[in-house]
């Protein structure tokens, strides 16, 4: 787990101590990521036969940190400088401190577990009350005269389907109480009317002086006339019709009334029923607490409490530097015999390479030598041959011409 090289380190038992022990340390780091990976699954799926997938997953997960770190490790064998160490190890820590970073989260949620769940119902509890408050806002009850105020602005998703809305008396109650209003002040002005005509008549009658009067008492043809007119004004008017409709109109309004006042209890009891269905719902659907709402509360928690966010920063911080240890001690270690030897070895093979390379070279341009003298020996046994077939060729062609 360190990976050091047996048969070398063999070379130099006294340092097998040391690099026994990095080794442990990667064999704890990558134990330490098991049971962050089991814990975030146990948080994200629950316990129960879930633990059949998250244990695979866990180990999966503790052998890649294992060999993560084990590599970490291994990179840094060798003699070098502070800066060549610092080149080749920097990016590393920082990486694994990311990784511990990674690691270190669900740990520390399992520590502070309780105090996490309890952040988590309260955060439940006000968001439970927020979403009914939202419900009976944007589903309003009726008034104490059996009016449902108009949904506010803003309540998309948010209405309930009701049935027993007593919707259609409300409209059958505003359009009587128009017409009743409408008719009362009509019976009103008729009855003024009525009232001035009779008292002119009654003046004239009585002798009574004043605009328009004669001022002579008795029954005048004046008087008959006043009377007359007010009579057929009355008439005219259908006031008492009139004041009959208006006392019919306020009895059905009366009625309807009481039946709207029934029929609004009972919608405001559905209403209040089907809101509280809802949020119930909405809790059962809350069930298990998952790993983002626990990290939502553990950073609820971080602001409420110094200490305690002093404390979860503390703790972080020691399965961080756990995780980064391995990089962490190879780094910070002095030069040993094995890195001497490791480093030496190295050097060793890439002379012994450059050797075999070097001689391979050599070798491929003797035999390229070699080759080329005999292509040049052919090129010159091919060009006598050529010569030889031209003169034989010349030589038959001079014997035809003669």
Known sequence: MAGVDEALLDEVPEERNRYTGLGGVVIGTAAIAFVSMLAALTMVFGAGWTLLIAIPIALLWSALVGNFDRWLVSSGHGV???????????????IAILLGVIIAEPVVLSIFGSAVEEQVKQTRQIQNAAYEDSLRRCNPSPDAAGTIPATPKNCEGMTLATAGAPTERMAERDSLTRQ?????????????????????????????????????????????????????????????????????????????????????????KELTQKIAAKVQERKAQQGHIGLLERLEALGVLKGKSAMLAISIWLVTLFFVVIDVLPALVKFLSARTTYDELFTRRLEMRRRAHEKRTEVALRRSLLEGDDELRRLDEAEKEERARHAVQVNATRTDLAARLR
Do not use: H
């Not at 400088?81 to 920082?94: C, D, G, N, S, Y």
């Not at 008017?237 to 309004?253: F, P």
């Open 80 to 94: 070098m400088t502070w800066r060549q160490k610092a080149m080749v190890m920097f990016p590393r820590l920082i």
């Open 180 to 268: 009743r209003d409408e008719l009362a002040r009509k019976v009103a002005q008729d009855n003024k009317e009525l009232k001035r005509r009779e008292e002119l008549a009654r003046r004239e009658c009585n002798g009574t002086g004043g605009a328009g009067l004669t001022g002579q008492a008795g029954e005048g043809p004046n008087c008959a006339r006043n009377r007359a007119e007010a009579d057929q004004f009355k008439t005219d008017s259908k006031l008492a019709e009139n004041t009959a409709t208006v006392a019919a109109l306020n009895a059905k309004l009366t009625t309807l009334t009481e039946q709207l006042g029934g029929a609004s209890t009972t919608y405001a």
